[in-house]
């Protein structure tokens, strides 16, 4: 079989490249168009929205079209210097030139080439125009600068204002148009930009001028065009594709040019199904394209299948790490690339290079084209690693999720930056609740670094201790309070002992043992907050707190140190985001809800789960002194007693909206007024909870 032939024709998320032309169809008019305008200014802006494919027609279409001799006045001799601005676009600018062998007739080190074209061009904003007076470009020789997502110029310009740091956007800017205008130097400039920042470009002198005047909005794909989109990659690789699949893709892709990068990677999924199912003899039909998940599940389908090869939990944690870094949300919600240097990703992530670089490989694989630089590329420290299209965080659910999180995770933290810098002015004081549970969790699930919070701002120290600060201060009022709280109980617990005849010894005894329970979820509510490390002893604490007596106070202890516990109780996995509901009077059982109708009964000290009680639906529950029996009252008619040891009914009680109360411990989830006792053990009692 000829390989070569049978090679996939389409890129997947990524941009066709210019050695790729031949595979590029249906933009014929389209980089005529752009040729023309080129000529015409030596300044185009190329505008159009997320997966329009503007780089995709200017690298495959355009420049091609030049070195072809398209543009006659110009002719075919073209050093063509391709870079992303990031956060260092008189760098890149000054790399990328060296790279075409702007200085190659001086016989520098790359390295010495650099620093001799970066210096020039930060000479002043006719930079660029010396730099190309000193690479002696031969006089029928033409440079063409292509900026490729332009618009990263002004995120990296807003992050440069946030960490109060210059910020060298407006020279890189003047750089470009002052070339574009000196006709003595042969320069041509071309950037691509997602239209939906055209209004940034007001921000910089003299740019919004200069796109008014050149720019290219690129129009929808006709269906024809996007007919030769489909078959005409397929012709040149010598496959086939079934007519009625043409019409379908057609027909699912309408008029949305989001779909576009969604349509090449879901026929790059294909091409690769149909190539491993007897290709020779039949075209690529509609059961390749369902068996990768149609165009609405490929993408997202494909990108779990890659997260699910990475072999360790550390990999797919560094999985994680790696696409939070590469992706945002921006202020007005914009899905947004953030390139970022290896380097930086691994210090961020916590890994090694090494291991970052094997969990990168995974995703840019031959027929996975989710990262750049493509597979092939040798990966070093200062490598810039970016996501192939913004359509990635759009369709894959996992990656859309991690970027949310971290959304929210930045959110937290620029809250925490500014309470510290307000209480540094003497404008506000240290959190309480619930801001500092909410930061303590966040600290807890995400541990922030100085290298993750750099993204965002360089006052990390600060944030982090006005946070401990602020626990501190939180668990000093504690103790107060904890002190004042056991010291009435005990207290009046010796009084009774001492000064009234009249109070019974059993009744001394349980405000001793109230007392003491009270200061024992005291001390675990202190083991939680101060000693994370120690949850199981925070655990131990309130259920022996809960043994002596079942205080409000040791239960919302337990709750809490349940919610941390791993992988013990609280993994159990429910069908309701807060599916804890208690845990049994001697803290033996935990009951898990898994849905309105029913509970899970769990053992709390080995987190087994021990069985389901089917109930119905329920609201008002409790249980008895002894944690035998588990009771509630179901579908508003009827009261169901349940034997926690086997799950199983053991008594049925009519009852229209009677509480539930067990040895003085009474607990509603709806309204409290209305409660009735029902004492185990007690015939005469449920006869006459069964007679009203």
Not at 170 to 185: G, I, Q, S
Not at 216 to 232: C, F, K, S
Not at 382 to 389: C, G, M, N, R
Request: with cysteine; glycine share 6%; net charge neutral.
């Amino acid at each position: 079989m000829d390989t070569r032939v049978r090679a996939n024709p389409f890129p997947g998320l990524r941009p066709f490249m210019q050695e790729e032309a031949d595979l590029f169809f249906g933009r014929d008019k389209q980089s005529d168009e752009l040729v023309r305008r080129l000529a015409n200014s030596r300044f185009l802006a190329v505008v159009g929205t997320s997966g329009s494919g503007k780089s995709s027609l200017v690298r495959a279409g355009l420049l091609p079209a030049l070195e072809g001799g398209f543009m006659a006045e110009a002719g075919a001799h073209w050093r063509i210097a391709i870079l992303r601005p990031q956060d260092d676009p008189i760098g890149f600018l000054a790399r990328a030139a060296v790279e075409i062998g702007m200085l190659s007739h001086l016989e520098l080190a790359q390295a010495a080439a650099e620093d001799v074209v970066e210096t020039t061009l930060r000479r002043s904003s006719l930079g660029l125009v010396e730099a190309t007076r000193l690479a002696e470009l031969k006089p029928h020789e033409n440079l063409l600068i292509l900026v490729d997502q332009f618009e990263e110029l002004f995120r990296f310009a807003d992050l440069a204002a946030h960490r109060d740091a210059g910020s060298e956007a407006p020279a890189f800017v003047k750089l470009l148009l002052e070339a574009a205008r000196h006709k003595d130097v042969r320069v041509f400039i071309v950037i691509t930009m997602r239209s939906d920042f055209l209004g940034d470009c007001a921000r910089f002198r003299g740019l919004a001028e200069a796109i008014s005047d050149s720019q290219y909005l690129i129009p929808r794909l006709t269906r024809d065009e996007l007919q030769a989109a489909i078959t005409g990659p397929i012709g040149v690789r010598g496959g086939r594709i079934a007519p009625s699949l043409v019409q379908q893709l057609l027909n699912e892709i309408g008029d949305d040019t989001d779909q576009l990068p969604v349509l090449q990677h879901a026929l790059m999924r294909a091409w690769d199904h149909w190539q491993r199912n007897d290709p020779d003899r039949r075209p690529i039909r509609l059961s390749d394209l369902d068996a990768i998940g149609g165009m609405a599940e490929a993408l997202s389908r494909h990108g779990n299948e890659a997260f699910g090869a990475l072999a360790t939990e550390r990999e797919r944690k560094i999985a994680e790490r790696l696409f939070k870094c590469l992706t945002e949300r921006g202020p007005d919600n914009r899905e947004i690339r953030r390139p970022t240097s290896l380097s930086r990703i691994a210090a961020i992530a916590n890994a090694e290079p090494a291991d970052l670089i094997r969990v990168i490989d995974v995703f840019r694989a031959p027929g996975r084209s989710f990262l750049m630089p493509p597979a092939g590329v040798t990966l070093e420290g200062e490598s810039v690693i970016d996501i192939s299209h913004e359509s990635l965080i759009r369709q894959w659910a996992r990656l859309r999720a991690w970027v949310d999180e971290e959304n929210e995770s930045r959110a937290t933290y620029l809250r925490l930056v500014e309470a510290a810098r307000l209480r540094q002015a003497g404008k506000a004081g240290l959190w309480g609740e619930p801001d500092l549970t909410h930061a303590r969790q966040w600290q807890a699930r995400e541990a922030p670094s100085s290298a993750w919070a750099e993204r965002y701002g360089p006052q990390f120290s600060q944030a982090m201790k006005f946070l401990a600060d602020s626990q501190t201060a939180q668990r000093q009022a504690r103790w107060r309070r904890a002190g004042l709280w056991v010291a009435l109980p005990i207290g009046l617990a010796l009084v009774g002992l001492t000064g009234f005849a009249f109070v019974k010894a059993e009744e001394a005894k349980r405000l001793g043992q109230l007392a003491q329970a009270r200061h024992l979820a005291a001390q675990a509510e202190f083991v939680r907050l101060d000693a994370p490390a120690q949850i199981e002893r925070s655990a131990v604490l309130a259920m022996e707190s809960l043994r002596l007596s079942h205080v409000i106070e040791g239960d919302l202890v337990l709750r809490q140190v349940l919610l941390l516990l791993r992988p013990k109780v609280a993994s159990v996995s429910t069908a309701e985001p807060n599916g804890f509901l208690a845990v049994s009077p001697d803290g033996r059982y935990v009951i898990v809800r898994r849905r309105h109708d029913a509970v899970l009964v769990v053992d709390a000290e080995t987190g087994s789960e021990l069985g389901e009680m089917l109930l119905g639906p329920f609201k008002i529950w409790a249980f008895s002194a002894d944690s035998r029996r588990f009771a509630a009252h179901v579908d508003g008619e009827r009261i169901e007693v349940w034997d926690l040891a086997t799950r199983k009914v053991v008594d049925t009680l009519k009852a229209d909206t009677y509480g539930l109360e067990f040895s003085g411990m009474a607990r509603s989830c709806s309204s409290a007024a209305r409660m009735a006792a029902y004492h185990f053990g007690n015939p005469a009692r449920r006869k006459r909870n069964e007679s009203a």
